[in-house]
């Protein structure tokens, strides 16, 4: 009897651990059976950024990087980016040049019940944190998430159509990726589509990464 009554106890002190454990992870604390990995000098108190995903079939994969526009002088500067705002009937998008991201989506039918008189927005940046959505190609030395885009002359709202593109195109070592995003009337959806160019002499086999990232502030 005293021999159940302990194992009981043991699995009742190991499930409070865990569940404890669970708490501690889920407010940003680190795990009690795996401590935090030490962080760099001089990144505490900044936005944590994702990195380009690695390719399953090439290690060696390369981050793109934006372009360096020549100034008067001599110097160098890089290209400056822009954000492209598209509105629909349900919806107002940005999105950035500097990797073609989808930086900023707000609900324009649904209030935000915290702060009344303002629409709820589900991706930002800034502030006290970012929530965006990235794509691009991996495989190669190829444009992505990193490269600096060039948006296509277009509508940037329905204007009394069904649907309207956003066209950006990236090219790095011949290798062009094309971005389009598509977004219809009374749909939240917003698709995307991506063809890629091969204008090198070499055979490349790319694949497109599709992801949500978020940043948070270190407590």
Excluded at 124 to 145: C, D, K, M, V, W
Aim: charged share 15%; net charge neutral; proline share 5%.
């Amino acid at each position: 009897m005293d021999i159940k009554r302990t194992v009981l106890w043991v699995v009742f002190s190991l499930s409070l651990l865990l569940l404890w454990d669970s708490w501690n992870r889920y407010n940003g604390n680190p795990s009690l059976f795996s401590p935090e990995a030490s962080q760099p000098a001089g990144t505490q108190g900044k936005a944590v950024e994702a990195g380009v995903p690695q390719s399953t079939t090439n290690a060696n994969t390369v981050a793109a990087t934006a372009p360096v526009a020549e100034v008067p002088g001599g110097s160098a500067a890089p290209a400056q980016a822009e954000r492209i705002t598209i509105t629909t009937d349900l919806i107002k998008a940005e999105v950035s040049t500097a990797g073609g991201e989808l930086v900023r989506l707000e609900l324009l039918q649904h209030q935000d019940a915290k702060n009344p008189g303002t629409n709820i927005v589900l991706m930002e940046t800034g502030g006290s944190r970012t929530y965006l959505a990235q794509s691009g190609l991996i495989g190669g030395a190829f444009p992505n998430h990193k490269s600096l885009f060039k948006a296509l002359p277009g509508a940037r709202s329905l204007d009394g159509g069904n649907s309207v593109q956003l066209v950006l195109e990236a090219e790095q070592n011949g290798v062009k990726l094309t971005k389009t995003f598509v977004f219809k009337r009374g749909e939240y959806d917003i698709d995307i589509k991506h063809a890629i160019s091969n204008g090198s002499d070499a055979a490349i086999t790319p694949s497109v990464y599709l992801s949500t990232c978020c940043s948070y502030w270190n407590r």
